[in-house]
């Protein structure tokens, strides 16, 4: 009788699932297991015992993860080939699987959206792709959207992020942002400080916001996604009516007062 399949629990989707090298010829994969115990192990420093806790299998498993992820990698460094990274094996959990409640991010919980339905977005309604943006400046939330240099542009499939693009915004003061965002299909936004006329502007074009956000990009998608993400409630400024000459946040940085 075969063994039944271990849920295993993968908390980090790449930004990026293709890497290509300018004169590759062949590709190697990486599958999301693989490169969340190299994850686990070479960037969060733990120990391989406390790794397989977290993914939920064997201190083996994840030595064979590692032994076979980082060969591949290697190899696609050294040989210059591209390097693709697939979901990897993972088989349905069981419907009562108790290991899902204990990680915010699992593959399972952020596609089903269970834990925060707050932010539910057009993938939980039945829509298997969104595309979703954040206001960027490296890789950082910028905190006042009128002035975002850059946009992070990223395609969400299932639950996952499918791809990222970063698109500079050149010249568009906030009035053009909307239209910006809507020529790329955004859904939803996530930013640090904005105002009332912008917030009203995108919301004609049909672009839900998700205001008050800091920190890095790519975690912060990642907390959306799981249904995770903290949010600043006072992001929303009201002192435009006055001149700004000391009585709005004494602009140390942190003003959140444009649009």
């Known amino acids: 009788m075969a063994r039944t399949k271990k849920c295993r629990r993968v908390c980090c989707r790449p930004a990026c699932r293709r890497f290509r090298a300018q004169s590759g010829t062949r590709s190697v994969n990486i599958p999301l297991d693989e490169l969340e115990a190299m994850r686990l192990v070479d960037l969060e420093h733990l120990e391989q015992g406390e790794a397989s806790e977290k993914m939920g299998v064997s201190r083996g498993t994840v030595q064979r993860l590692l032994r076979a992820g980082r060969e591949k990698l290697i190899s696609a460094l050294v040989s210059g080939w591209h390097i693709v990274i697939p979901d990897g094996d993972f088989g349905e959990p069981a419907p009562d699987c108790e290991k899902h409640a204990a990680c915010g991010n699992c ?32 890789e950082e939330i910028f905190q006042h959207f009128g002035r975002t240099p ?20 050149g010249d568009s003061g906030h009035g053009a942002l909307a ?4 020529e790329r299909n955004v859904e ?30 790519i975690e912060a998608v990642g907390a959306y996604l799981a249904g995770t ?11 435009h009516a006055h001149e700004h000459g000391g009585g709005c946040h004494a602009h140390d940085g942190n003003c959140k007062c444009h649009d």
């Open 107 to 138: 593959r399972r919980m952020a596609r089903t959206n269970k834990i925060n339905p707050q932010y539910s977005n057009n993938t939980q309604r039945g829509e298997k792709t969104m595309i979703l943006a954040a206001t960027c400046e490296n």
């Open 150 to 169: 850059a946009f992070a542009i990223f395609t969400i499939k299932d639950g996952l992020i499918d791809a990222m693009r970063i698109e500079p915004t």
């Open 179 to 182: 239209g910006f965002l809507k």
């Open 188 to 217: 939803v936004l996530l930013c640090g400080g904005i105002g009332g006329g912008a917030l009203a502007a995108l919301a004609e074009n049909g672009i839900q916001v998700v205001p008050g956000v800091s920190g890095s990009v």
């Open 229 to 239: 993400l903290k949010t600043d409630p006072g992001f929303q400024c009201n002192h």
